[in-house]
C-alpha cells in the first residue's frame, strides 16, 4: 500500500540551530513530492516541490530539501531555525499513476526554543 | 489571484442535522479536491474534481457524504446526518491542470458535531 512516514511526531530545537524534518515513502516508480507547513488553525501552506530535475530542491523561509530515490526519502532541513518556524509540517506524495490524490504523513511538530 | 476560500471557517452543529460547505478554488484552477484533516493527523483525501466532473472518490466518502461542482468552478461538500465522528476540518485545494499539479490549500472549514 502507499504509504508516507513521518518517524518524529515532534522535534524541540532550540533558536539558530540547525534541523532535520525526516520523510520516508513507500517505493513507486515515480513520484511527486512536497512539504507543506500548518500554523495552528490555519491551511496548509506549500514549502516546496520535487517534480523532477535536481533532486536538491529549496524553497521558502530557508527550507531545503533533498530526494533520496534509493532511500526512497525526503527530509527536509534549515541551517538556522527561527521562533517563528514553530508549526506542523506535513510530508505529501503523489505517487505516480492514475490518481491526482496527494497522500500526507502524521506530521511533525516543529518546536522552537529559545 | 486571492486563494483558495472556504465558507464557513467554523461550522457547530448537532448530531443528526445536516451541513453543507463550499469552497472557491482559485481562479482557472480547473482542479480541486476535498480532504478531511483529525486532530494529530494529516490531510486524508476524500474526491476530486477535474472542471465538473468528479474523477475520484475515497471510500472515506460514505453515502453520506456528497460533493458537487456543478459549472467547474465553486464546489460544495454536504454531510447528511452528521455524526460525532465527522468533526473534524475539512480542507480544500486547488490545481492547474498540468505544471505538477501543485495543490494550493485554503484555510479550511472547522466542523463540530454536538
Known amino acids: 500500500a502507499q504509504s508516507v512516514t513521518q518517524l518524529d511526531s515532534q522535534v524541540p530545537v532550540f533558536e539558530e540551530a540547525p534541523v532535520e524534518l525526516r520523510c520516508n515513502y513507500s517505493?513507486?516508480?515515480?513520484?511527486?513530492l512536497f512539504w507543506y507547513v500548518q500554523y495552528p488553525n490555519q491551511g496548509l501552506q506549500l514549502l516546496l516541490k520535487?517534480?523532477?530535475?535536481?533532486?536538491l530542491v529549496k524553497g521558502i523561509n530557508g527550507f531545503e530539501a533533498e530526494f533520496n530515490k534509493s532511500q526512497t526519502s525526503f527530509h527536509l532541513r534549515k541551517p538556522s531555525v527561527h521562533i517563528s518556524d514553530t508549526a506542523e509540517y506535513f510530508c505529501a506524495v503523489r505517487f505516480g499513476g492514475a490518481t491526482n490524490k496527494l497522500i500526507f504523513g502524521t506530521g511533525t511538530l516543529l518546536a522552537v526554543q529559545p | 489571484d486571492t486563494g483558495v476560500s472556504q465558507n464557513p471557517r467554523h461550522k457547530i452543529t448537532k448530531r443528526g442535522q445536516n451541513v453543507t460547505f463550499r469552497c472557491d478554488p482559485i481562479s482557472e484552477h480547473n482542479r480541486l479536491y476535498w480532504y478531511r484533516q483529525t486532530l494529530g493527523q494529516g490531510p486524508e483525501f476524500l474526491t476530486y474534481f477535474q472542471n465538473e466532473a468528479q474523477l475520484e472518490k475515497s471510500r472515506l466518502l460514505s453515502d453520506r457524504f456528497s460533493a458537487e461542482r456543478p459549472k467547474g468552478s465553486f464546489s460544495t461538500l454536504e454531510i447528511q446526518r452528521t455524526e460525532q465522528g465527522d468533526s473534524a476540518m475539512y480542507l480544500c485545494a486547488s490545481a492547474k491542470l498540468g505544471g505538477g499539479d501543485i495543490q494550493y490549500f485554503g484555510a479550511g472549514t472547522r466542523l463540530s458535531v454536538l
Open positions: 520535487y517534480l523532477s530535475g535536481s533532486t
Open positions: 517505493s513507486s516508480v515515480s513520484v511527486y
